[in-house]
Each structure stands twice: as structure tokens, then as C-alpha cells.
């Protein structure tokens, strides 16, 4: 089905008819809409066994207002038609699995494989549901967590920035003299510094900017915590673009943690023991080098689909659309 939105306000405009009003009568009338919704009145969830295939993506998204839908992903698709599996209203692993085991269990056991973040329900729900299949961690929420790590480092400096400021302002009001704050080669100050350099943390330095290089030399140089961070969450994305195999992983990962008990960074600490915790999850990643970026792939065509209508007014036409769409 073609973006009904798009496609009533062009007919509309081609014919001189009124937009609203043949939506209207596109979802009252023209479509099946009403069976669809009469069928589903009630329930909490959508589910189409039919697009059940070997290797599943979970993750959950927002409709409006909050409300959290987990969605089941066929990555054969590639997020295209029969990609929709599943859409369950909330992120209880007993509602998921109450849901999904309404597929027949031949078809689940037939699941070699899902990849998910670190969330234990969904863990929780895969080895309920899918008894046969690896589960695998997505590599970039892994990644995600490090680069947190490395924002919470540069934010508490941030803060230091500018207490040190503020005590240096009051200063120079008591002793009589105009503050000037120092100014860097590049013009930035030492709080411009710390802000400015938000994004360049995020990157590899193979894809900084002359700019961000110039900027980043400066940011290294005053907070070797800083470049400390950003090097460990540096060297934990090289095990996944180096490594070939689990073996060789799993010997990098070791050497990684020490780095980590070795930097006295409390934040990487705690990335650490989350990965410590679903390490052989992470590791499932080089079977196959499975991602997650499906399912994020489709979460995103979800968000820019209510964008482009405004939000969601009417829940279960919103739903509609969606399973026409992908399902």
C-alpha cells in the first residue's frame, strides 16, 4: 500500500476535493480498515507467523506519548514487505512470550538466530520462545555504552569548566578587575572546548575533520582522562571491525578489560561488567557478524511514518498502515 497520507492529499489536489475528508472516506469506506480493526479490537498486539524466518531482530519503539510497542523483525526482508512479525504493546517478556508462542513451535524452534540489546526480558523472551536459536547482542549498543562512558567523562570536566569560571568571575568582582576567560589557538575557550567537542568523541579519528583533529589535539592535551576514555571506547569498536573469529574476540576483549582496570575510569568499570555479564551474547556477533540494524533500520521508518502524520491520533488506523506496509 502506498503512503495513504501522500497519497489522498495528491489525489485531493489533483481533483480539488478536500484532503481530510478523502482520508475520511479512504479508512471508513474504501479500505478494509474496519475488518482489520474489529478483528483486532481488544488485543494488545499485532502478529503475522506467516513472516516467521530463520534469523529475527527485537526492539521496541515509541507510537506517541510514550506508549512502547516491542516489535519482532524478519531480517530476510530487509525491511521491506514481510518484514513484520510481530508488534507487542509494551516490553514485558511474559505478554512477548505470550504472544509469540502462538506460532506454531515447529516454526520457532526453526530460529537459528536474534539479535537484541542488553535488556534481560528480551533475553528472557528469545530463550522461551526461540529454544534453538543464538542469541546475539547487538554491536552497537555495546559500542553505544562505551561512547556513553566517554560523554560522562567530558561532561563532569564540563562541569569543573565551569565552576572554576564561576569562582573566577566572583573573584575578579571582589578584587576589581574584568575576568577574560583563556583563549585557545583554535579561539575556543576551555568551555567551548568541552562542548564543542561532543561529536568528534562519538567518531574514529580516521574520519575527523582538520578541524576536529586540531580541536582534539588541544582537548587531549589539557584532559588525558579525556583521551584515555575515547581510546579505550576506541580500541573496544577495533575488536569488532578487526576480529574474524570468537577466539580472537574473546583474547581482545580480555586485554581490553585490563586497559579498563588499568585506567581507573569508573564509568568504563561499568561498561566492563555489563559486558562481562553478556559476553557470550556479544561474542555470538562473529558467527555470522549479525547486527541489530534491521530492526533499527525499521524503528526508524516506524518514527519517520508518525512524523510525517503528525503523531498518532488514531492508534489502531496508525497500526493499519503499518501492516499493510510491512506485513
Same mark, same amino acid.
Given at each position: 500500500?502506498?503512503?495513504?497520507?501522500?497519497?489522498?492529499?495528491?489525489?485531493?489536489?489533483?481533483?480539488?476535493?478536500?484532503?481530510?475528508?478523502?482520508?475520511?472516506?479512504?479508512?471508513?469506506?474504501?479500505?478494509?480498515?474496519?475488518?482489520?480493526?474489529?478483528?483486532?479490537?481488544?488485543?494488545?498486539?499485532?502478529?503475522?507467523?506467516?513472516?516467521?524466518?530463520?534469523?529475527?531482530?527485537?526492539?521496541?519503539?515509541?507510537?506517541?506519548?510514550?506508549?512502547?510497542?516491542?516489535?519482532?523483525?524478519?531480517?530476510?526482508?530487509?525491511?521491506?514487505?514481510?518484514?513484520?512479525?510481530?508488534?507487542?504493546?509494551?516490553?514485558?517478556?511474559?505478554?512477548?512470550?505470550?504472544?509469540?508462542?502462538?506460532?506454531?513451535?515447529?516454526?520457532?524452534?526453526?530460529?537459528?538466530?536474534?539479535?537484541?540489546?542488553?535488556?534481560?526480558?528480551?533475553?528472557?523472551?528469545?530463550?522461551?520462545?526461540?529454544?534453538?536459536?543464538?542469541?546475539?547482542?547487538?554491536?552497537?549498543?555495546?559500542?553505544?555504552?562505551?561512547?556513553?562512558?566517554?560523554?560522562?567523562?567530558?561532561?563532569?570536566?564540563?562541569?569543573?569548566?565551569?565552576?572554576?569560571?564561576?569562582?573566577?568571575?566572583?573573584?575578579?568582582?571582589?578584587?576589581?578587575?574584568?575576568?577574560?576567560?583563556?583563549?585557545?589557538?583554535?579561539?575556543?575557550?576551555?568551555?567551548?572546548?568541552?562542548?564543542? #567537542?561532543?561529536?568528534?568523541? !562519538? $567518531? @574514529?579519528?580516521? +574520519? &575527523?575533520?582538520?578541524?576536529?583533529?586540531?580541536?582534539?589535539?588541544?582537548? =587531549?592535551?589539557?584532559?588525558?582522562?579525556?583521551?584515555?576514555?575515547?581510546?579505550?571506547?576506541?580500541?573496544?569498536?577495533?575488536?569488532?571491525?578487526?576480529?574474524? #573469529?570468537?577466539?580472537?574476540? !574473546? $583474547? @581482545?576483549?580480555? +586485554? &581490553?578489560?585490563?586497559?579498563?582496570?588499568?585506567?581507573?575510569?569508573?564509568? =568504563?568499570?561499568?561498561?566492563?561488567?555489563?559486558?562481562?555479564?553478556?559476553?557470550?551474547?556479544?561474542?555470538?556477533?562473529?558467527?555470522?557478524?549479525?547486527?541489530?540494524?534491521?530492526?533499527?533500520? !525499521?524503528?526508524?521508518?516506524?518514527?519517520?511514518?508518525?512524523?510525517?502524520?503528525?503523531?498518532?491520533?488514531?492508534?489502531?488506523?496508525?497500526?493499519?498502515?503499518?501492516?499493510?506496509?510491512?506485513?
Amino acid at each position: 500500500m502506498a503512503d495513504t497520507a501522500i497519497a489522498t492529499a495528491t489525489l485531493a489536489r489533483i481533483f480539488g476535493l478536500d484532503a481530510k475528508k478523502l482520508q475520511r472516506h479512504y479508512r471508513n469506506h474504501f479500505s478494509d480498515y474496519q475488518q482489520f480493526k474489529e478483528q483486532h479490537q481488544g488485543k494488545d498486539h499485532l502478529l503475522f507467523p506467516h513472516n516467521l524466518g530463520g534469523e529475527l531482530s527485537i526492539d521496541e519503539t515509541a507510537l506517541s506519548g510514550g506508549e512502547l510497542y516491542t516489535i519482532v523483525t524478519s531480517k530476510k526482508a530487509k525491511g521491506k514487505k514481510g518484514a513484520l512479525v510481530a508488534m507487542v504493546q509494551g516490553t514485558l517478556a511474559d505478554n512477548i512470550t505470550r504472544v509469540l508462542e502462538q506460532v506454531p513451535e515447529k516454526a520457532r524452534r526453526a530460529v537459528s538466530e536474534v539479535s537484541v540489546d542488553m535488556a534481560a526480558p528480551l533475553h528472557s523472551v528469545i530463550r522461551r520462545c526461540f529454544p534453538q536459536a543464538h542469541r546475539v547482542v547487538d554491536r552497537f549498543h555495546v559500542q553505544q555504552l562505551a561512547f556513553d562512558a566517554v560523554q560522562e567523562v567530558r561532561i563532569a570536566l564540563r562541569w569543573q569548566v565551569l565552576e572554576a569560571e564561576n569562582e573566577a568571575i566572583s573573584r575578579s568582582k571582589k578584587e576589581g578587575y574584568t575576568y577574560r576567560p583563556e583563549e585557545l589557538p583554535n579561539g575556543d575557550t576551555l568551555k567551548q572546548l568541552l562542548v564543542r #567537542s561532543r561529536y568528534l568523541l !562519538f $567518531k @574514529h579519528p580516521r +574520519l &575527523w575533520s582538520e578541524e576536529q583533529k586540531a580541536r582534539a589535539l588541544l582537548l =587531549f592535551e589539557r584532559y588525558p582522562e579525556l583521551e584515555k576514555a575515547y581510546g579505550l571506547a576506541t580500541d573496544l569498536g577495533d575488536i569488532y571491525r578487526k576480529c574474524t #573469529s570468537k577466539e580472537q574476540a !574473546f $583474547k @581482545h576483549l580480555a +586485554l &581490553w578489560y585490563n586497559k579498563v582496570e588499568d585506567s581507573g575510569i569508573a564509568s =568504563f568499570r561499568t561498561v566492563a561488567r555489563s559486558i562481562q555479564h553478556h559476553y557470550i551474547d556479544i561474542l555470538n556477533f562473529f558467527n555470522n557478524r549479525t547486527t541489530n540494524a534491521a530492526a533499527e533500520s !525499521f524503528n526508524a521508518k516506524v518514527k519517520h511514518f508518525r512524523a510525517q502524520f503528525r503523531g498518532v491520533k488514531d492508534k489502531w488506523f496508525f497500526l493499519y498502515r503499518i501492516a499493510k506496509l510491512y506485513a
